[in-house]
C-alpha cells in the first residue's frame, strides 16, 4: 500500500497536478475565510499564493541547474504550474457549485432531479404534454446518477449527484488520455504532465462544456462520446469481435443520454464501410442491422413504456425547434479555435506511415463537431457542441509532444512557446478568476423558499424551477418552467390547460422568478406570441410578499466567468389564491 501511496505522489505521474489541486483550491477557501465579505482582499491574496506557486518551482529548477538548464524543462515547469492554478481555481468553484443544496443553478437541474424522484414514486417519466412535467431528455443520466448516489449511500442528496457528474468528467479525461497514447505522434516524454490538466481544462472549459458540473446530461454524454471515440481506435489498431459488439451497443445504450447520440451508429457503419480492411459487405450489412435494430428496439419499448408521451417530448418538441442558420453561423465562430486546434494537432499527427489508421476517427472528430455546430442553432447556448470540442482538443493534446519541442532546442524557441500559452489558454475558454460563486447570501435564498413549504402540502404549491422541495413527498406537480418554455418555443401548444389552472387557483400558493420583470420565462420576449400567463396569473391570485434575490459577489468589469443561471436567483413573487379563484 505504501509503495502505491509513492507512486500516486511521484513527480513522474501525470495524473499529480490533478491530485494537487484541491490541495491548493483548499487554500484558496482557507484565504476567504479569514476575509468573510472581503472579496477584493481575498483575491490579491490568492494573487500572491498563485504567484508564489508558478514561480516557484521554475525558480528552484534553475538555481539547481544553473547553466545546465533545459529551457524546454524551465519553460514547461512554469506552464504546469500555470495549469495547476487554473485546475485548482476550477476546483475552488466546485466547492460552491457542489454543495449548493437546491437543483437550481441552471434551467435543467429541476427536470433532472424531477426525472430522478419521478422514478423513485413510480411516478410515468413522460406524461400528457398538457401537464407540462416532463423533460426534452431521455432519463438515462438522470437514473444511472441515481443508482451511482444509491451507492453512496445517499440516493437523495443533491450534492452527490453533481459530484458523481464531476466523476463522469474524470473518466472523460481518462478515456481521453488512452486515445491520445493511441494516436501519439511520438514519445510523450516531458510534456506528458501537461495533457492530463489539459484535458481536464478542455473538458470543464466555460464556453462549449459550461454545465458537466451541474445537474445535465452534458457530462454523461461526454463520457460516451469519447468511450465511443476511443472503441473506433482500438478496433482500427486492434480488431476483435468484442470491440465490434461494443460499438454496436454503445450507440443504442447512449440514446438513453441523449437522442443525438444515436449518430454513431451512421459513423460506424460508413468507418466499416469505407475504412475497415479487409472491407466486408457482410460485416457492414449484419452491423448496420445489429445497431440501428436495437435503436429500434429503444424507440419501441419507450414507446411501449410512455406511449405517444415519449416520441412528443424527445422528438417532436426539438423538431419544432428548428435550427437557426444564422445562430449556427455565430456559433461556429464562437468556437473557431477548436477547429483550429483540431487541423493543428491532425497536422502534426498525420503522416504517410499512420494516415490510413487515422484518416476514419479524424474524419468523424471533424464531422461531429461541424454537425453539432449546425444543430447547436436550435437554442443560444453552446453546451451542445461539448463532445465536439473535447475531440478536437483529444487530438490537439496527442500532438503536444511535437508541437512543443519541435526542431528549435534552444531559449529562443522555449521563449516562444511560453509565449504561445496565454493566448492558446484564452481561447480555449480554460482561463478563470479565483473569486467565490457564491455568498452566504445564497444559503437565506434556499431556507426561504423552504419556509414556503413548510406546514402545506407540497403538491398544492407550484415552484416554477427547483425540485429539491417536493423530493421528500408523493407531489409531482404541473406548469413547470422548463416544459413550458420548451413548449412555448416550438409553438406546440396554447397552453390552455396551464392558463385555467392558473386562473381558477389550482394551486394554494405559487412561487415565480422574476414575475415582475419584463423577461418573465413563462411569458416573455424570445417567444413567438405571448402565453397570456401573466394575465391568468393576476386573474386567480394576488402577490403577498417577496424574496429578495440572491446576492453574488462582484466581478471584475468585462470577466464572463459564471455559468449558473443567474435568473435562477432572482428575486421570487409569492402568489396566494384569491377568493374568486378557489
Same mark, same amino acid.
Given at each position: 500500500? *505504501?509503495?502505491?501511496?509513492?507512486?500516486?505522489?511521484?513527480?513522474?505521474?501525470?495524473?499529480?497536478?490533478?491530485?494537487?489541486?484541491?490541495?491548493?483550491? *483548499?487554500?484558496?477557501?482557507?484565504?476567504?475565510?479569514?476575509?468573510?465579505?472581503?472579496y477584493a482582499t481575498g483575491f490579491l491574496r490568492t494573487g500572491v499564493l498563485f504567484g508564489s506557486v508558478i514561480a516557484?518551482? *521554475?525558480?528552484? +529548477?534553475?538555481?539547481?541547474?544553473?547553466?545546465?538548464?533545459?529551457?524546454?524543462?524551465?519553460?514547461?515547469?512554469?506552464?504546469?504550474?500555470?495549469?495547476?492554478?487554473?485546475?485548482?481555481?476550477?476546483?475552488?468553484?466546485?466547492?460552491?457549485?457542489?454543495?449548493?443544496? *437546491?437543483?437550481?443553478?441552471?434551467?435543467?437541474?429541476?427536470?433532472?432531479?424531477?426525472?430522478?424522484?419521478?422514478?423513485?414514486?413510480? +411516478?410515468?417519466?413522460?406524461?400528457?404534454?398538457?401537464?407540462?412535467?416532463?423533460?426534452?431528455?431521455?432519463?438515462?443520466?438522470?437514473?444511472?446518477?441515481?443508482?451511482?448516489a444509491h451507492l453512496t449511500l445517499h440516493p437523495y442528496s443533491i450534492p452527490v449527484y453533481r459530484a458523481i457528474q464531476?466523476?463522469?468528467?474524470?473518466?472523460?479525461?481518462?478515456?481521453?488520455?488512452?486515445?491520445?497514447?493511441?494516436?501519439?505522434?511520438?514519445?510523450?516524454?516531458?510534456?506528458?504532465?501537461?495533457?492530463?490538466?489539459?484535458?481536464?481544462?478542455?473538458?470543464?472549459?466555460?464556453?462549449?462544456?459550461?454545465?458537466?458540473?451541474?445537474?445535465?446530461?452534458?457530462?454523461?454524454?461526454?463520457?460516451?462520446?469519447?468511450?465511443?471515440?476511443?472503441?473506433?481506435?482500438?478496433?482500427?489498431?486492434?480488431?476483435?469481435?468484442?470491440?465490434?459488439?461494443?460499438?454496436?451497443?454503445?450507440?443504442?445504450? !447512449?440514446?438513453?443520454?441523449?437522442?443525438?447520440?444515436?449518430?454513431?451508429?451512421?459513423?460506424?457503419?460508413?468507418?466499416?464501410?469505407?475504412?475497415?480492411?479487409?472491407?466486408?459487405?457482410?460485416?457492414?450489412?449484419?452491423?448496420?442491422?445489429?445497431?440501428?435494430?436495437?435503436?429500434?428496439?429503444? +424507440?419501441?419499448?419507450?414507446?411501449?413504456?410512455?406511449?405517444?408521451?415519449?416520441?412528443?417530448?424527445?422528438?417532436?418538441?426539438?423538431?419544432?425547434?428548428?435550427?437557426?442558420?444564422?445562430?449556427?453561423?455565430?456559433?461556429?465562430?464562437?468556437?473557431?479555435?477548436?477547429?483550429?486546434?483540431?487541423?493543428v494537432g491532425a497536422t502534426a499527427i498525420l503522416r504517410r506511415s499512420n494516415f490510413r489508421d487515422l484518416l476514419s476517427?479524424?474524419?468523424?472528430?471533424?464531422?461531429?463537431?461541424?454537425?453539432?455546430?449546425?444543430?447547436?442553432?436550435?437554442?443560444?447556448?453552446?453546451?451542445?457542441?461539448?463532445?465536439?470540442?473535447?475531440?478536437? !482538443?483529444?487530438?490537439?493534446?496527442?500532438?503536444?509532444?511535437?508541437?512543443?519541442?519541435?526542431?528549435?532546442?534552444?531559449?529562443?524557441?522555449?521563449?516562444?512557446?511560453?509565449?504561445?500559452?496565454?493566448?492558446?489558454?484564452?481561447?480555449?475558454?480554460?482561463?478563470?478568476?479565483?473569486?467565490?460563486?457564491?455568498?452566504?447570501?445564497?444559503?437565506?435564498?434556499?431556507?426561504?423558499?423552504?419556509?414556503?413549504?413548510?406546514?402545506?402540502?407540497?403538491?398544492?404549491?407550484?415552484?416554477?424551477?427547483?425540485?429539491?422541495?417536493?423530493?421528500?413527498?408523493?407531489?409531482?406537480?404541473?406548469?413547470?418552467?422548463?416544459?413550458? !418554455?420548451?413548449?412555448?418555443?416550438?409553438?406546440?401548444?396554447?397552453?390552455?390547460?396551464?392558463?385555467?389552472?392558473?386562473?381558477?387557483?389550482?394551486?394554494?400558493?405559487?412561487?415565480?422568478?422574476?414575475?415582475?420583470?419584463?423577461?418573465?420565462?413563462?411569458?416573455?420576449?424570445?417567444?413567438?406570441?405571448?402565453?397570456?400567463?401573466?394575465?391568468?396569473?393576476?386573474? !386567480? +391570485?394576488?402577490?403577498?410578499?417577496?424574496?429578495?434575490?440572491?446576492?453574488?459577489?462582484?466581478?471584475?468589469?468585462?470577466?464572463?466567468?459564471?455559468?449558473?443561471?443567474?435568473?435562477?436567483?432572482?428575486?421570487?413573487?409569492?402568489?396566494?389564491?384569491?377568493?374568486?379563484?378557489?
Amino acid at each position: 500500500m *505504501a509503495d502505491r501511496v509513492r507512486a500516486i505522489f511521484n513527480l513522474r505521474n501525470p495524473w499529480l497536478i490533478l491530485l494537487l489541486a484541491p490541495v491548493l483550491a *483548499a487554500a484558496v477557501c482557507l484565504i476567504y475565510s479569514f476575509s468573510p465579505g472581503q472579496y477584493a482582499t481575498g483575491f490579491l491574496r490568492t494573487g500572491v499564493l498563485f504567484g508564489s506557486v508558478i514561480a516557484g518551482p *521554475a525558480l528552484v +529548477y534553475w538555481i539547481r541547474k544553473r547553466r545546465q538548464a533545459d529551457p524546454h524543462v524551465l519553460a514547461l515547469t512554469g506552464v504546469l504550474s500555470v495549469l495547476l492554478c487554473l485546475v485548482a481555481t476550477y476546483c475552488f468553484f466546485l466547492t460552491d457549485y457542489v454543495t449548493y443544496p *437546491a437543483d437550481s443553478l441552471i434551467w435543467s437541474e429541476s427536470e433532472f432531479v424531477s426525472d430522478i424522484h419521478k422514478f423513485q414514486i413510480g +411516478y410515468p417519466i413522460f406524461s400528457n404534454p398538457s401537464n407540462n412535467e416532463s423533460f426534452i431528455y431521455p432519463p438515462g443520466a438522470q437514473l444511472l446518477t441515481y443508482f451511482l448516489a444509491h451507492l453512496t449511500l445517499h440516493p437523495y442528496s443533491i450534492p452527490v449527484y453533481r459530484a458523481i457528474q464531476v466523476f463522469y468528467t474524470l473518466l472523460a479525461v481518462w478515456i481521453g488520455l488512452l486515445c491520445c497514447r493511441r494516436i501519439l505522434a511520438s514519445e510523450a516524454g516531458f510534456i506528458r504532465y501537461a495533457m492530463v490538466p489539459l484535458l481536464f481544462l478542455i473538458a470543464t472549459n466555460k464556453l462549449t462544456n459550461p454545465f458537466v458540473q451541474f445537474l445535465h446530461n452534458d457530462a454523461l454524454t461526454q463520457l460516451l462520446t469519447i468511450v465511443a471515440f476511443w472503441l473506433l481506435l482500438r478496433y482500427i489498431q486492434q480488431p476483435s469481435m468484442l470491440v465490434l459488439t461494443l460499438m454496436a451497443i454503445l450507440p443504442a445504450a !447512449g440514446f438513453w443520454v441523449k437522442q443525438s447520440f444515436a449518430i454513431w451508429a451512421g459513423f460506424y457503419c460508413i468507418h466499416l464501410a469505407l475504412f475497415d480492411r479487409p472491407r466486408s459487405i457482410r460485416k457492414v450489412a449484419v452491423f448496420g442491422l445489429v445497431s440501428f435494430g436495437l435503436l429500434g428496439v429503444n +424507440y419501441g419499448a419507450g414507446l411501449l413504456i410512455w406511449g405517444q408521451p415519449f416520441v412528443y417530448w424527445l422528438f417532436t418538441v426539438l423538431k419544432e425547434h428548428g435550427v437557426d442558420p444564422e445562430r449556427s453561423w455565430e456559433h461556429a465562430r464562437n468556437v473557431w479555435f477548436y477547429y483550429v486546434i483540431l487541423a493543428v494537432g491532425a497536422t502534426a499527427i498525420l503522416r504517410r506511415s499512420n494516415f490510413r489508421d487515422l484518416l476514419s476517427p479524424l474524419l468523424i472528430s471533424f464531422t461531429l463537431l461541424a454537425i453539432e455546430t449546425y444543430t447547436s442553432g436550435i437554442a443560444y447556448m453552446l453546451n451542445h457542441m461539448g463532445p465536439g470540442c473535447f475531440l478536437a !482538443g483529444v487530438w490537439f493534446v496527442a500532438a503536444l509532444p511535437k508541437l512543443w519541442k519541435g526542431t528549435d532546442a534552444s531559449w529562443v524557441g522555449a521563449t516562444g512557446r511560453v509565449l504561445l500559452v496565454p493566448p492558446v489558454l484564452y481561447f480555449l475558454s480554460v482561463m478563470r478568476l479565483p473569486i467565490p460563486v457564491f455568498s452566504d447570501d445564497t444559503r437565506r435564498y434556499v431556507a426561504e423558499i423552504e419556509r414556503e413549504f413548510a406546514g402545506h402540502d407540497p403538491s398544492t404549491i407550484l415552484l416554477d424551477s427547483g425540485s429539491w422541495v417536493y423530493l421528500n413527498s408523493k407531489a409531482v406537480v404541473k406548469d413547470r418552467v422548463a416544459p413550458i !418554455g420548451d413548449q412555448a418555443y416550438s409553438a406546440l401548444t396554447d397552453l390552455s390547460d396551464t392558463r385555467k389552472r392558473f386562473e381558477t387557483g389550482y394551486y394554494e400558493k405559487l412561487l415565480f422568478h422574476g414575475f415582475n420583470r419584463s423577461q418573465w420565462w413563462y411569458d416573455g420576449t424570445g417567444l413567438p406570441k405571448s402565453t397570456g400567463l401573466r394575465k391568468a396569473v393576476l386573474k !386567480g +391570485y394576488r402577490e403577498v410578499r417577496r424574496i429578495r434575490k440572491a446576492e453574488h459577489p462582484e466581478l471584475p468589469p468585462l470577466i464572463i466567468q459564471r455559468v449558473e443561471s443567474v435568473f435562477l436567483f432572482d428575486e421570487i413573487a409569492v402568489f396566494e389564491r384569491t377568493n374568486s379563484g378557489q
